[in-house]
């Protein structure tokens, strides 16, 4: 499974959100120069975000967007989920051999379940100043 720029860039999106929660909304066009992204790529990504009701649209002169919950209750697995869709390896056929079978859904879960249990405030809180190097043990 990769994860493509939707759900990087997404995730980029988010930990921004939750670094900033509290203190107002913040413009796509802010996140875009602090990571030197596009910002038209940005607004397309918002959108299926603020559709999961992740985040909110401020609108008007300092508008921008918030996190529609606290970035504790937020995971990057939802994220992820919203921008990639389900989480898989590789599809699972029925009548794949069994010990293969049990190892691509053991992988699935594993992937899962590191993605359900970091927050953005985990992502938030990362303080080395390198979001890539978030460090997983699967």
């Known amino acids: 499974m ?5 759900g990087r860039y997404g995730l980029t999106i988010m930990i921004e959100l939750a670094k900033k929660y509290g203190e107002g909304p913040i413009s796509l066009k802010t996140i875009a120069q602090t990571h030197n992204l596009s910002e038209h790529y940005l607004e397309q990504l918002i959108s299926p975000l603020r559709n999961a009701r992740l985040v909110k649209s401020i609108r008007g002169a300092y508008g921008g967007y ?3 919950d606290e970035p504790v209750r937020i995971t990057a ?3 992820i989920s919203v ?5 898989s390896p590789v599809e699972v056929l029925e009548d794949e051999e069994p010990a293969k079978r049990e190892l691509w859904i053991r992988i699935r879960d594993a992937v899962k379940e590191v993605l359900d249990s970091t927050t953005l405030e985990d992502l938030a809180n990362h303080t080395d100043g390198n979001e890539d190097s978030y460090m997983f043990y699967i």
């Not at 990769?2 to 939707?6: A, E, G, L, M, N």
């Open 83 to 87: 921008l990639e869709g389900p989480i």
């Open 2 to 6: 990769k994860i493509s720029t939707k």
């Open 66 to 68: 918030i996190l529609a």
């Open 77 to 79: 697995g939802d994220v």
